[in-house]
């Protein structure tokens, strides 16, 4: 997604529907965030540190979807994320392949009816846990 598409979502978002207060609260022209938007024009870092301050955005988030990182830093944190997602896949995997085959066929089941009717739920992020975490008390009792 481009900066100012990704940009006027986050603004939206947190409330500020006009472009021309929004504007004027970083102190440039409605024209201005109009065209940084839009993707007529890029962002200095003074404007979109304003930006990162006024929303309280994540700095290295801003700047990576801005295109202002140098291409080191953008190259780690790929490399970070791939070694991040690979580490959970293999993770994955390994539970997986330790539940008996009755179970497997449960949990592909699980997935396709989410595939299916809430493919919403697999963009969303989540918190992986240890199965052997959860005590006993955080289960509810279904009735029998």
């Known amino acids: 997604m481009a900066f ?25 022209t409605d024209v201005q965030l109009s065209r940084i938007e839009t993707g007529a ?35 780690q944190e790929t490399n970070e994320a791939r070694q991040a997602e690979a580490t959970r896949a293999a993770e994955l995997i390994k539970d997986f392949l330790s539940l008996t ?3 497997q066929a449960q949990a592909m089941a699980v997935i396709k009816i989410l595939r299916s009717d809430h493919p919403e739920l697999l ?6 846990i240890n199965a052997d975490d959860i005590e006993s008390s955080d289960a509810e009792e279904s009735p029998p």
Not at 14 to 25: C, I, M, V, Y
Not at 46 to 75: C, F, R, S, V
């Open 123 to 128: 963009q969303a992020p989540i918190s992986i």
């Open 101 to 103: 085959p009755a179970q």
């Open 4 to 28: 100012g598409k990704w940009l006027q979502g986050v603004r939206q978002k947190q409330g500020h529907s006009s472009q021309k207060e929004f504007a004027k609260l970083l102190d440039i």
């Open 41 to 75: 024009s890029g962002i200095s870092a003074g404007t979109l540190n304003a930006i990162i301050d006024l929303l309280k955005l994540e700095p290295m988030e801003a700047y990576n979807k801005a295109g202002l990182l140098p291409e080191h830093i953008q190259q």
